[in-house]
């Protein structure tokens, strides 16, 4: 079997391993969370000004919740094979149709943040890199070191009153326009930035000092040209390997700054699904975390892969 | 490749100028309000269907609590009272282009009280239409009909908004807005409805956005973001106030915080023991240092709910030597921790509150203190607001403190109906007073006035089921672009309607 459906087949059995891990423990997590689950679900829907002893058996009946656990957990795994993820049950809404909504506003964020990031941070590194020890790189660890330092939801809050209150270049918070994502994007890239230029500037500086990048400079090539043939090329899969990691670290800070901004994103819709106790949309919200993570694992291979030809050249020679 | 960093910079840079042309779009008026869209159930988040002027209810309330026509334009009530008529508006549209009929109301309202709410505690036998009109028949004669037709839950959708199984499955309402774009649970667009019955609204587009961090709201309002913004915190209010792009409105609301006590808790079935808990509570100071506005409760509602406010009560006082000397009556000695005990029994109780409302576990923290000084001990379990409800039915509650609202409906007869004839989840526990009971049946009927409901009070004020505590106020920041705002006592409406851009 050649190499690559090999490790596509690996990634993909791990795929449903991780379906079947991740439902049974959010749901075996949520039968355990303390509180009668009808009471919460109708705190969730009604709020703290109508939630009463009624409303709770109402939600009781409705939703069937005397049923034992194990049958609640069969309905779902059979509904999960047919790829029909339920209804939520705080807001009655497809649950599908409900993460489409607001994992895709959170992959928007986290997107855009990569992506300022991205235009940030490494270019930086790769600059310090290049002459290490110099005033760039001293600069940037004092300024990496300190935007890393600055929790995000005060980083956050320091750029709403600078940007929007002060200066008035841009909305506070919401959601809807363009304009919308620039202030929490740049929150989340800030952080992202101020690691990844080291990251890239570690890389860049051990490439620098190695044997092949001066033997490039003395067989004539121009400081460009070196970057761009041996320079870029080599700490490329430092920076894709670490920046898979990032996407990872950006669920965890995408949490944060949505509830700051009011981001309609999958972090607050999490919290709130567990608070009111709405399983479905607690289990399809985490598989789809789970099967993403395992889905970004499997692109940072292969383009690991692709950067870096030889591994791909030892294990074809292996088989 | 310091060619391709200043690009990038300088790209950035650009981008900021395009966006910094002015964020706020003209001619759209943006409400901000901590209230997250459920769906477009009624039953869920109805009430930011009324606020933002695009559902209706049959009755409406003014700013005093009376009752004013809504899409009933007129109501009767028969002899025995145990049948009401509601002539509807002519001319109402709803946002699909359909009539309301007397039937499209009877639907809304049959769904309305299959779900949990107020509609469903109501003794209604039938809702019908006849001859054009709404008729609501009664198993008993009840006063506050026409106010529960008020409440957000009862308000009218039409026939096709509704699903086989009685789930919404879309806003389709007669206001003056009709939604143009619904993202849960975070946004909503409306534009005026051309087809409204009434006048038509001067602002033609506007925005809901539910933004649940106060700091944000606060922020929102400063910036200019944000032309309508629903509870400030204590703290935005102070700096706000200072700021000439906003104007800020408060309001005294019907909504207090109280103690809810079980009445069959061995420390606290005396009524002394009540009295003692209640003077050991320096109101002022905890409405001040928490809410940070003079609202001490010394009853259970504020002067601003005239019919339930009485002023010939004994007011609630704050004298910690009293309260000490009515627990030594009750035979409490202080321990060697200065912990009151009585037959080898500590003086210790666990008060259940939540933190949706964020004043509830700092005010919890001050009545720790103020309840340690008279040697009670308390101990604090921030929860879920559900607890307080199923704790109720157990038994196992011993002290909670909460916030409620009196004015779902404009008359609070239905929540003291709900709460203390005689108990209720959120009012009181294990207490249970014949004369109070009989006097909120007989007003709920109909009968009696304003000297029943005073004797009510004063039943409430000595027998202290719950241990009123502070009264709230609703606070708005309006921004000076906006002209026609209102801040309702009773929640209802933000006055969009009538709103129109400042010269």
Same mark, same amino acid.
């Given at each position: 079997?050649?190499?690559?459906?090999?490790?596509?087949?690996?990634?993909?059995?791990? +795929?449903?391993?991780?379906?079947?891990?991740?439902?049974?423990?959010?749901?075996?997590?949520?039968?355990?969370?303390?509180?009668?689950?009808? #009471?919460?679900?109708?705190?969730?829907?009604?709020?703290?000004?109508?939630?009463?002893?009624?409303?709770?058996?109402?939600?009781?009946?409705?939703?069937?919740?005397?049923?034992?656990?194990?049958?609640?957990?069969?309905?779902?795994?059979?509904?999960?094979?047919?790829?029909?993820?339920?209804?939520?049950?705080?807001?009655?809404?497809?649950?599908?149709?409900?993460?489409?909504?607001?994992?895709?506003?959170?992959?928007?964020?986290?997107?855009?943040?990569?992506?300022?990031?991205?235009?940030?941070?490494?270019?930086?590194?790769?600059?310090?890199?290049? &002459?290490?020890?110099?005033?760039?790189?001293?600069?940037?660890?004092?300024?990496?070191?300190?935007?890393?330092?600055?929790?995000?939801?005060?980083?956050?809050?320091?750029?709403?009153?600078?940007?929007?209150?002060?200066?008035?270049?841009?909305? =506070?918070?919401?959601?809807? &326009?363009?304009?919308?994502?620039?202030?929490?994007?740049?929150?989340?890239?800030?952080?992202?930035?101020?690691?990844?230029?080291?990251?890239?500037?570690?890389?860049?500086?051990?490439? +620098?000092?190695?044997?092949?990048?001066?033997? !490039?400079?003395?067989?004539?090539?121009?400081?460009?040209?070196?970057?761009?043939?041996?320079?870029?090329?080599?700490?490329?899969?430092?920076?894709?390997?670490?920046?898979?990691?990032?996407?990872?670290?950006?669920?965890?800070?995408?949490?944060?700054?949505?509830?700051?901004?009011?981001?309609?994103?999958?972090?607050? =819709?999490?919290?709130?699904?567990?608070?009111?106790?709405?399983?479905?949309?607690?289990?399809?919200?985490?598989?789809?975390?789970?099967?993403?993570?395992?889905?970004?694992?499997?692109?940072?291979?292969?383009?690991?892969?692709?950067?870096?030809?030889?591994?791909?050249?030892?294990?074809?020679?292996?088989? | 490749?310091?060619?391709?960093?200043?690009?990038?910079?300088?790209?950035?840079?650009?981008?900021?100028?395009?966006?910094?042309?002015?964020?706020?779009?003209?001619?759209?008026?943006?409400?901000?309000?901590?209230?997250?869209?459920?769906?477009?159930?009624?039953?869920?988040?109805?009430?930011? #269907?009324?606020?933002?002027?695009?559902?209706?209810?049959?009755?409406?309330?003014?700013?005093?609590?009376?009752?004013?026509?809504?899409?009933?334009?007129?109501?009767?009530?028969?002899?025995?009272?145990?049948?009401?008529?509601?002539?509807?508006?002519?001319?109402?549209?709803?946002?699909?282009?359909?009539?309301?009929?007397?039937?499209?109301?009877?639907?809304?309202?049959?769904?309305?009280?299959?779900?949990?709410?107020?509609?469903?505690?109501?003794?209604?036998?039938?809702?019908?239409?006849?001859?054009?009109?709404?008729?609501?028949?009664?198993?008993?004669?009840?006063?506050?009909?026409?106010?529960?037709?008020?409440?957000?839950?009862?308000?009218?959708?039409?026939?096709?908004?509704?699903?086989?199984? !009685?789930?919404?499955?879309?806003?389709?309402?007669?206001?003056?807005?009709?939604?143009?774009?619904?993202?849960?649970?975070?946004?909503?667009?409306?534009?005026?409805?051309?087809?409204?019955?009434?006048?038509?609204?001067?602002?033609?587009?506007?925005?809901?956005?539910?933004?649940?961090?106060?700091?944000?709201?606060?922020?929102?309002?400063?910036?200019?973001?944000?032309?309508?913004?629903?509870?400030?915190?204590?703290?935005?209010?102070?700096?706000?106030?200072?700021?000439?792009?906003?104007?800020?409105?408060?309001?005294?609301?019907?909504?207090?915080?109280?103690?809810?006590?079980?009445?069959?808790?061995? =420390?606290?079935?005396?009524?002394?023991?009540?009295?003692?808990?209640?003077?050991?509570? $320096? &109101?002022? !100071?905890?409405?001040?240092?928490?809410?940070?506005?003079? +609202?001490?409760?010394?009853?259970?509602?504020?002067?601003?709910?005239?019919?339930?406010?009485?002023?010939?009560?004994?007011?609630?006082?704050?004298?910690?030597?009293?309260?000490?000397?009515?627990?030594?009556?009750?035979?409490?000695?202080?321990?060697? $921790?200065?912990?009151?005990?009585? $037959?080898?029994?500590?003086?210790?109780?666990?008060?259940?509150?939540?933190?949706?409302?964020?004043?509830?576990?700092?005010? *919890?923290?001050?009545?720790?203190?103020? #309840?340690?000084?008279?040697?009670?001990?308390?101990?604090?379990?921030?929860?879920?607001?559900?607890?307080?409800?199923?704790?109720?039915?157990?038994?196992?509650?011993?002290?909670?403190?909460?916030?409620?609202?009196?004015?779902?409906?404009?008359?609070?007869?239905?929540?003291?109906?709900?709460?203390?004839?005689?108990?209720?989840?959120?009012?009181?526990?294990?207490?249970?007073?014949?004369?109070?009971? *009989?006097?909120?049946?007989?007003? +709920?009927?109909?009968?009696?006035?304003?000297?029943?409901?005073?004797?009510?009070?004063?039943?409430?004020?000595?027998?202290?089921?719950?241990?009123?505590?502070?009264?709230?106020?609703?606070?708005?920041?309006?921004?000076?672009?906006?002209? !026609?705002?209102?801040?309702?006592?009773?929640?209802?409406?933000?006055?969009?309607?009538?709103?129109?851009?400042?010269?």
């Amino acid at each position: 079997m050649r190499p690559l459906t090999q490790a596509i087949l690996y990634r993909a059995s791990q +795929a449903v391993l991780v379906a079947l891990l991740v439902g049974m423990l959010t749901f075996l997590m949520m039968q355990a969370l303390p509180g009668d689950m009808a #009471f919460r679900i109708a705190a969730g829907r009604y709020g703290y000004d109508a939630v009463n002893a009624e409303a709770a058996e109402a939600v009781r009946r409705e939703l069937g919740l005397d049923r034992p656990a194990l049958a609640a957990f069969g309905t779902w795994l059979w509904d999960l094979m047919r790829l029909d993820f339920g209804t939520s049950v705080i807001s009655g809404a497809p649950v599908m149709d409900e993460i489409r909504h607001q994992l895709g506003a959170s992959l928007q964020l986290a997107g855009a943040a990569l992506a300022l990031s991205f235009l940030i941070g490494p270019p930086v590194g790769i600059l310090a890199g290049l &002459r290490a020890g110099g005033w760039l790189d001293r600069t940037l660890l004092v300024v990496s070191t300190a935007l890393r330092s600055v929790p995000q939801f005060l980083m956050g809050l320091i750029l709403i009153v600078l940007v929007s209150i002060q200066l008035g270049w841009l909305p =506070a918070a919401g959601y809807g &326009r363009p304009v919308h994502f620039v202030l929490p994007a740049l929150t989340l890239a800030l952080g992202l930035a101020a690691v990844s230029a080291r990251v890239a500037r570690d890389a860049m500086a051990a490439v +620098a000092a190695s044997p092949y990048y001066a033997f !490039g400079r003395w067989k004539g090539l121009s400081e460009g040209q070196l970057l761009r043939r041996h320079g870029l090329r080599n700490i490329g899969v430092t920076l894709v390997t670490y920046l898979g990691l990032q996407f990872a670290m950006l669920v965890e800070g995408v949490v944060v700054i949505e509830a700051i901004f009011s981001w309609p994103g999958i972090g607050h =819709a999490l919290v709130h699904a567990i608070f009111g106790r709405d399983v479905p949309m607690v289990q399809g919200t985490v598989l789809l975390l789970g099967l993403g993570f395992v889905a970004l694992n499997t692109a940072v291979d292969l383009t690991a892969r692709w950067i870096d030809p030889r591994g791909r050249g030892a294990g074809e020679a292996r088989s | 490749m310091f060619r391709l960093f200043s690009s990038a910079a300088g790209g950035a840079l650009i981008l900021a100028a395009m966006t910094g042309t002015g964020h706020a779009t003209e001619g759209v008026l943006d409400v901000v309000a901590p209230f997250e869209i459920k769906g477009a159930d009624p039953v869920t988040s109805g009430n930011i #269907f009324i606020k933002m002027d695009v559902a209706e209810t049959l009755v409406n309330a003014d700013a005093e609590g009376q009752l004013t026509p809504g899409l009933a334009r007129a109501w009767t009530v028969s002899e025995d009272g145990l049948e009401w008529r509601f002539q509807l508006q002519p001319d109402v549209l709803f946002h699909d282009g359909t009539p309301l009929t007397a039937e499209a109301a009877a639907l809304a309202l049959s769904h309305a009280r299959a779900k949990p709410g107020l509609l469903e505690t109501a003794p209604i036998t039938e809702i019908a239409d006849e001859e054009g009109a709404l008729v609501i028949r009664l198993s008993k004669p009840f006063a506050p009909l026409p106010a529960f037709l008020s409440e957000y839950r009862s308000l009218i959708y039409a026939p096709a908004a509704y699903a086989e199984d !009685g789930s919404v499955r879309e806003v389709i309402a007669t206001g003056a807005y009709r939604v143009t774009r619904l993202d849960a649970p975070l946004r909503l667009e409306a534009e005026a409805f051309d087809g409204y019955w009434g006048e038509a609204p001067a602002v033609t587009r506007a925005t809901y956005q539910a933004v649940g961090r106060a700091e944000t709201r606060a922020l929102l309002a400063e910036s200019g973001d944000a032309d309508y913004v629903f509870n400030l915190d204590p703290a935005s209010l102070a700096r706000l106030s200072g700021a000439p792009q906003v104007e800020v409105l408060s309001v005294s609301v019907p909504r207090s915080l109280l103690i809810k006590v079980n009445g069959a808790h061995p =420390a606290l079935a005396d009524v002394r023991a009540r009295q003692a808990l209640s003077l050991a509570i $320096d &109101r002022e !100071g905890l409405a001040q240092a928490i809410l940070r506005y003079p +609202a001490g409760a010394d009853q259970i509602l504020p002067k601003s709910v005239s019919d339930w406010h009485s002023d010939s009560v004994e007011p609630l006082a704050f004298d910690p030597e009293a309260a000490k000397a009515l627990l030594a009556e009750l035979g409490w000695t202080a321990g060697p $921790d200065g912990i009151l005990t009585r $037959d080898g029994q500590r003086f210790s109780l666990t008060l259940t509150t939540y933190p949706d409302r964020p004043e509830l576990p700092l005010s *919890a923290a001050v009545l720790q203190q103020m #309840f340690a000084e008279i040697g009670v001990e308390v101990v604090i379990d921030s929860t879920n607001s559900s607890e307080v409800a199923v704790r109720h039915g157990d038994g196992t509650l011993d002290i909670a403190l909460f916030a409620r609202n009196f004015a779902l409906v404009p008359d609070p007869i239905g929540t003291f109906l709900t709460d203390y004839a005689p108990t209720g989840d959120w009012g009181a526990m294990n207490w249970d007073n014949p004369e109070f009971t *009989a006097l909120i049946e007989d007003l +709920a009927r109909g009968e009696g006035g304003q000297a029943e409901r005073e004797r009510a009070i004063e039943i409430l004020q000595t027998e202290l089921p719950v241990i009123p505590v502070a009264w709230y106020q609703q606070t708005a920041a309006v921004s000076t672009g906006v002209a !026609g705002a209102v801040l309702d006592p009773y929640e209802r409406t933000i006055g969009l309607r009538q709103m129109r851009w400042a010269e």
